[in-house]
């Protein structure tokens, strides 16, 4: 290794920290990030032609793959890998965001989310990778005897809470048409009512 380069992790009382040059790569890397998720996130997103949310999606699943395999960060996804979270948060960490950026860089044939799909045919055509891998096992995952997992994420900005469920039954097979990716990931936005203490609240369905 070169004396002059610079170590990828520093240890100070064995706590692990950033290298100066890490420090402002990794700026940058959640600026963007985050500057993409408040826009995605945002009620006015919706507005933008449906290209242009695809590009957008696009570079955030894009951004978090290439930090993802930071030192640190992947450390952190390991950890959740080996049950360090529920099975579900686990695969979704990785396994799925990896497999959506992954049908993103290696079939650039599709210009909005509506289309997107992948079936065992397409994805095994010239070898069988980690997308084929991915689906033919992540229905095999479950809770209760169900393949799916529902989420709620509370936005102060706009007082809405955002539920979203990820099926994992995909069905995955060999088909003419395939599946498309929306089918899994069903998301929907109910407005909460909130007092002015904006401790007690009410959902609007």
């Known amino acids: 290794m070169d004396n002059n380069s610079e170590p990828s992790l520093k240890k100070d009382n064995n706590v692990i920290h950033p290298t100066k040059k890490e420090q402002e790569a990794l700026r940058i890397f959640f600026d963007k990030f985050y500057k993409l998720y408040d826009e995605i996130t945002s009620d006015s997103f919706m507005d933008n ?5 695809f590009y957008k999606t696009k570079d955030l699943f894009a951004i978090y793959k290439e930090l993802s395999s930071y030192g640190l960060i992947n450390a952190h996804l390991n950890w959740i890998k080996e049950s360090g979270r529920p099975v579900f948060d686990r695969t979704i960490s990785d396994g799925l965001f990896t497999c959506i ?6 079939y650039p044939l599709f210009d909005r989310w509506d289309d997107v799909y992948i079936d ?3 994805a095994t055509w010239n070898k069988s990778g980690s997308i084929n ?3 033919s096992n992540c229905g095999k995952i479950k809770i209760d005897g169900k393949p799916i997992v529902k989420y ?5 900005e706009t007082k ?6 990820i099926n994992f039954d995909n069905q995955y097979k060999q088909r003419r048409k395939g599946i498309p990716l929306q089918y899994s990931v ?6 909460v009512l909130c007092r002015n203490d904006e401790k007690s609240c009410g959902y609007s369905y």
């Open 160 to 165: 809405k809470m955002t539920y979203f469920a």
């Open 49 to 53: 032609c449906p290209e242009l949310r």
């Open 152 to 156: 709620r994420i509370w936005q102060y």
């Open 120 to 122: 065992k045919g397409l």
């Open 101 to 106: 950026r992954n049908i993103f860089a290696h």
């Open 186 to 191: 069903r998301k929907r936005r109910h407005k």
């Open 133 to 135: 891998q991915f689906l």
